[in-house]
């Protein structure tokens, strides 16, 4: 008698709703400035340059979203990414070869992450302090390093930085009559290999589902024979680790070190976690919608720029705008289905 | 008045032991390292007034926006169990709102920086209404909420000021930023003073503490009680934005001008980390002001001996870091409790040992 | 087989901060039977189940399963040794699927089967007649229901002792029957289940054994079918029931004569449905009825303390409206709340400031009072109602549960009330001290002040209340007083009395 009902389509869960939510917001958004604004948005090369500026973005998104639906929260992504950057390029300048370099990277974010999962699972201390240290370690270390801003001048560095991929048949020809082949950079690749290993992840190991288990009750997780102290440690580690490699796109992008750099980046990847639907308070999340947060937060910014809003403060006054609108929108969405499931 | 000061010593040290603890240990490395860095002197400045030098001063001079945002932080902290990140960017909001009301008149007067202040303090907790409205109306958690303004709030000074960074050049202005004439102190030292003082009576002819607390630390009980917990939350969000106006407006009188991007950046980090090394819980319910004024005057002083330590003012943070890491590490619950369990088996052997002397 | 024990607790000792929870408590189960585990709130059940599955760590004592002796350091460590607990509170992750649930935190290996679970949990589901589906979200059920997977959960970890702890609190008669056919279902196969509740009936309907604890210590080890049921009772207070008795043979008890002081008509909320109640002047009345029959949600209306429905309210006779929980303090009601953690008091707070909380909440915020009054006014009331504390700045939330209720009740007296709300003022006390708030209760009647009294134990109420209203399904089913009021009459009428309702 039940089984046959096994067939139907379950209810959305929170996770899937909310992510639901943000693609098609995202999709109506893009569809809309295609057919208003047209130029840029109509070449497929307009993605690709979204994904071209925005790879570290995603990738710290990804950390951050693992660690917001284990119920934590990590401020210190933007500057170990900056870190990173400049650690690199000195590493590089230096002498070093890019195998190291990579590792160093890594290593560095790493670090950062065992520290910091250390002092919050182990020691209780409350995430926004230590990643707020982490924080202010990572930015000091970086003015430590050089305050100057420092250029990549490593042959073998710049050539991997130059190579892009074409993609022919998504090109476009420029005014003058030229064939313009779509490109993508290298840390492209890497942020949405990063974005399909983390998504995987969060599915199918058990690990992944842990950091859900202990976002949704920490209490019942232990009950539930989870070891929650050591799952909410690794996805600090995840976190650090993604923020190691976020630090070498980056540098791939922009090819020098700056104490300014990823400014700011840490609100950027929690406000990309939150429209594509990860919950602060935990246990709700999805990395893919994730990846639509980041994209979603810049085509708005595109968006202003090409309807002519050229002062400079119509894209974060915007940006807000976005950003209140999906908040009030997940709060409502939210409070409807407890309500209804009251009323059952 | 005096039980209340006996019982705040009995009960309150326990909560104010690590910043204290904190503030003695800087004192004492300072002493060995340089016993001029107490040194206070009076010079006269460009004024010609009679003025108080030296680094204790800057180190009290220098908290001030952070003493005052830290008293509100608090607040919204005990009451809503997080905290304001948008205080920067609102502080930013405010000064700009209080230069664009100072320039709108011919001259600028003892009248017209009052009704700019006003207006600041209205801008200010207008924004910190919207804020409060956000979590204490739709319960949302104040970070994500105040990641809103956060995000835009510097725009959106930047809007008022039309594109530019306009500056003030009044004697009123400098007065407040720097010494009013005549008077050796700080005025911004002043301004945290009546600001403080202005805390303790709204303390002592309301019932915000207990409600406050009530409603941080059991909601649904104070709800029962009969506080209005929506109404509490939301105040505490608009003592707040009083805070930030405030602190706003010492910033711009210090440099005579407003400048969105810089104007106190960073301060909502410092601010809650004021709050968390005065002691208080970053879940919400009981708290003390004072430990987090001692919060905000911790975290200057270890700037202000970095700075005299011929360490950059970027390089900074890095140290800072290490320091709040080790405050939190020896302030920590599991810490604390491997403590108390050495002393108490420390105690058990003494006990053993004096036994088996007597026999 | 019957006689095979698996688990065997001898001299298990536990202390808290002043207290000694439990101390020599024997406890032993054996191979395919259900055995309930008895006593009072208070008395260390849950103390004694927690020590088994590794919340807290036992003081002294020794645990063998299965003829081997263990130690269980975590929840974990219980459940790798067999032993599952379903709570009272659910204890699953709402945000994760029912599948999940299931499966999460089991087994080794790094990769999660969601294909493999989904299927295999349908499949128990189905063969425990549970009806939940494997793939929905466990937020999306009824209480009932995640309750349910959570045994599903147990069973599937084919453990050899099943403890379910208050298992029937949430469910309806028909879910149940459900559980007791599962309960059964899982004996013939050899679990042990400890079983914890409050419903004598469902005891006596299901159990093979009882164990009785009273203040941490044991009482004894019973077959069902030997103790008849007032007997267990008496076992389960103690030589106090004699003072409980003389408490309600000396107090006259006082029958409805004064004005009528509340009046509500067809009163609803969100939570309750429409029902009309009086109580006058003076009056002891009482809410009874099981968990769920909607007492609780009633007097919560009464004092508008959920989104108020619809209704019309008369106080003194004089039509007002109550709608939030300030405007019913303002015309002299007060409410003590059922759940005293969640509800009542203010943990980290000190005696003093939980005492004076509503009487400042009435004063107004603009007329804070002052640290002397209120100082006194703590004195007066630890004093007045023996609250044991080691100062009156001491945080409520150190004191034992008894001294909690005494000082929450203080922060109710002090406003003065005309008609006081109690549910479940005795709830995980001791016996003393639930001794002395009925005695305050009958004192307050004296004075005139009206008392609402609720109580999960009906011999509590009979003794207090002159009247008692009774509830099932959330409606009002009967109204008792004067010879009606015995326990068999309420019995009857809570469960639908001989004309039923079948």
């Known amino acids: 008698m039940k089984t046959d009902k096994n067939l139907r389509r379950e209810p959305l869960t929170d996770t899937q709703l909310l992510m639901m939510i943000t693609i098609i917001i995202f999709l109506a958004m893009y569809f809309l400035a295609m057919a208003l604004l047209g130029g840029g948005f109509l070449h497929a090369q307009q993605i690709f340059d979204m994904l071209n500026d925005n790879a570290s973005l995603i990738i710290v998104s990804c950390g951050l979203t693992i660690v917001m639906i284990g119920g934590g929260i990590d401020i210190s992504v933007g500057a170990v990414t900056s870190l990173v950057v400049m650690s690199c390029v000195l590493f590089l300048n230096g002498g070093g070869n890019i195998f190291t370099s990579i590792l160093l990277a890594l290593g560095i974010g790493l670090a950062f992450g065992l520290v910091q999962g250390f002092l919050i699972s182990y020691l209780e201390i409350q995430p926004f302090i230590v990643t707020l240290a982490g924080m202010f370690f990572a930015r000091g270390m970086t003015t430590i390093l050089s305050v100057n801003p420092q250029k990549a001048e490593h042959e073998g560095f710049k050539a991997l930085r130059e190579m892009k991929i074409e993609i022919p048949f998504l090109g476009y020809t420029a005014k003058n009559g030229n064939f313009v082949p779509a490109r993508v950079e290298l840390g492209v690749i890497v942020a949405l290999v990063c974005v399909v290993l983390v998504f995987l992840l969060l599915r199918f190991l058990r690990l992944g589902r842990g950091f859900y288990a202990i976002g949704g009750n920490q209490q019942s997780a232990l009950m539930l024979g989870i070891n929650v102290k050591r799952t909410r440690f690794l996805s600090y580690v995840l976190s650090g680790l993604l923020s190691g490699i976020s630090g070498y796109v980056f540098m791939m992008h922009t090819g020098a070190g700056n104490a300014t750099n990823a400014a700011g980046m840490e609100m ?76 059952e | 008045m005096n039980n209340k000061i006996r019982s705040t010593f009995k009960g309150g040290l326990g909560q104010l032991t690590i910043p204290l603890i904190a503030i003695a240990i800087l004192f004492l490395f300072n002493l060995i390292r340089d016993p001029g860095f107490f040194s206070i002197e009076i010079t006269y400045n460009n004024d010609g007034n009679a003025v108080l030098a030296g680094n204790l001063i800057s180190v009290i001079n220098g908290a001030s926006e952070l003493a005052v945002l830290a008293m509100g932080m608090t607040l919204v902290t005990a009451a809503c169990g997080g905290q304001d990140i948008s205080v920067g960017a609102a502080a930013a909001i405010a000064g700009s709102a209080f230069v664009k009301v100072l320039k709108s008149g011919s001259a600028i007067t003892g009248g017209t920086v009052i009704l700019a202040f006003l207006c600041a303090c209205i801008v200010a907790m207008l924004f910190a209404s919207f804020n409060g409205t956000l979590v204490a109306v739709f319960r949302i958690q104040p970070m994500i909420a105040t990641l809103i303004l956060y995000t835009c709030g510097r725009s959106i000074a930047y809007w008022i000021n039309g594109g530019a960074t306009p500056t003030v050049d009044s004697p009123i202005i ?22 403080t003082i202005l805390f303790m009576l709204i303390f002592h ?155 | 087989m019957q006689d095979k024990v698996i688990l065997q607790m001898r001299d298990i000792e536990k202390r808290f901060p002043g207290v000694l929870a439990l101390s020599g408590v024997d406890f032993t189960l054996r191979k395919g039977e259900i055995h309930a585990l008895m006593g009072e709130n208070g008395a260390g059940k849950s103390t004694l189940i927690k020590v088994l599955t590794g919340v807290y760590q036992m003081d002294d004592g020794e645990i063998t399963v299965d003829g081997e002796k263990v130690a269980i350091r975590s929840p974990q460590d219980a459940q790798n040794k067999g032993i599952s607990t379903v709570y009272q509170e659910i204890t699953l992750c709402p945000n994760l699927t029912v599948a999940e649930n299931m499966f999460i935190g089991r087994g080794n290996g790094v990769l999660v089967k969601q294909k493999d679970y989904e299927k295999k949990a349908d499949e128990i589901l189905g063969r425990l007649g549970i009806p939940a589906r494997s793939r929905q979200q466990l937020g999306s059920c009824s209480l009932a229901v995640q309750q349910m997977v959570a045994i599903a959960r147990a069973v599937d970890m084919n453990c050899k002792v099943l403890i379910l702890d208050e298992p029937t609190s949430s469910l309806d008669d028909k879910e149940v029957n459900l559980l007791f056919e599962l309960m059964r279902n899982l004996k013939s196969r050899g679990v042990g289940i400890i079983f914890v509740t409050h419903f004598l009936e469902q005891v006596y309907e299901v159990s093979d054994r009882i164990t009785v604890l009273r203040n941490g210590e044991l009482v004894g080890e019973y077959l069902t079918e030997e103790l008849p049921q007032v007997e267990l009772v008496a076992k389960m207070m103690g030589k106090e029931l004699d003072e409980l008795n003389s408490l309600g043979e000396s107090e006259e008890k006082k029958m409805e004569n004064g004005e009528v002081f509340y009046e509500a008509e067809s009163l609803s909320s969100s939570d309750a449905l429409p029902f009309s109640f009086n109580i006058h002047k003076g009056e002891v009345n009482g809410f009874t009825g099981l968990l769920g029959s909607g007492r609780s949600e009633s007097v919560r209306a009464i004092f508008g303390a959920d989104k108020i429905g ?164 959330r409606h009002i089913v009967g109204e008792l007083k004067g010879k009606d009021l015995n326990q068999k009459k309420v019995m009857e009428t809570i469960a639908g009395g001989e004309a039923g309702n079948e």
């Not at chain 1, 893919?288 to 980041?294: E, K, P, R, V």
């Not at chain 1, 209140?324 to 499931?341: A, D, G, N």
Request: aromatic content about 6%; glycine content about 10%; overall charge positive.
């Open chain 1, 268 to 343: 950027n990847a929690i406000a990309s976690s939150i429209i594509g639907g990860t919950l602060l308070t935990g246990g709700v999340g999805n990395v893919f919608g994730t990846f639509f947060g980041t994209m979603t937060l810049t085509t708005i910014k595109k968006i202003v720029v090409s309807s002519g809003l050229n002062d400079p403060w119509w894209q974060s006054i915007t940006t807000g705008g976005m950003l209140c609108f999906f908040i009030l929108l997940q709060s409502v969405v939210l409070s409807r289905r407890s309500k209804k499931k009251k009323a």
């Open chain 2, 174 to 195: 400098r007065a407040i930023g720097s010494f009013i004439p005549g008077v050796p102190i700080p005025t911004p030292v002043l301004i945290v003073v009546a600001v």
């Open chain 2, 205 to 359: 002819f309301t019932s915000l503490e207990l409600f406050t607390q009530s409603v941080g630390i059991n909601g649904s009980a104070a709800r029962l009680n009969g506080i209005n917990s929506t109404l509490i939350k939301l105040l505490s969000f608009i003592i707040l934005g009083f805070c930030v106006a405030v602190a706003g407006i010492i910033g711009v009188s210090r440099l005579e001008l407003i400048n969105h991007e810089t104007l106190l950046l960073d301060v909502e980090m410092d601010a809650i980390l004021a709050v968390a090394i005065g002691g208080n819980n970053l879940g919400g319910g009981k708290f003390k002001i004072v430990g987090s004024i001692i919060g905000a005057y911790v975290i200057q002083i270890l700037t202000i001996t970095l700075y005299a330590m011929k360490v950059s003012s970027t390089d900074v943070k890095a140290y800072k870091a290490i320091v709040i890491v080790l405050l939190v590490v020896i302030g920590s619950p599991v810490i604390k409790a491997k403590f108390a369990k050495l002393m108490s088996q420390l105690k058990s052997n003494k006990q053993r040992v004096s036994m088996k002397g007597a026999e």
């Open chain 3, 310 to 473: 619809g209704g019309n309210v008369k106080i003194k006779g004089r039509p007002v409206k109550i709608t939030r929980p300030i405007e019913a303090m303002k015309h002299g009601i007060g409410y003590l709340a059922e759940d005293r953690k969640r509800d009542g008091i203010i943990a980290e707070l000190s005696v003093r400031e939980n005492i004076i909380l509503a009487l400042q909440v009435m004063n107004g915020f603009f007329k804070p009072i002052s640290r002397g009054e209120s100082e006194a006014f703590a004195d007066e009331y630890i004093k007045a109602l023996n609250i044991k504390t080691a100062s009156r700045e001491t945080p409520i939330g150190s004191l034992s549960g008894g001294n909690q209720q005494k000082v929450i009740l203080a922060r109710w007296l002090l406003t003065h009330p005309d008609y006081l709300i109690l549910d479940e003022p005795t709830r995980g006390i001791d016996v003393g001290t639930k001794l002395e708030i009925q005695k305050l209760v009958l004192k307050l009647a004296e004075e005139g002040v009206s008392v609402t009294f609720i109580s999960s134990e009906v011999e509590e109420m009979l003794r207090t209340c002159s009247r008692l209203i009774v509830m099932r399904d």
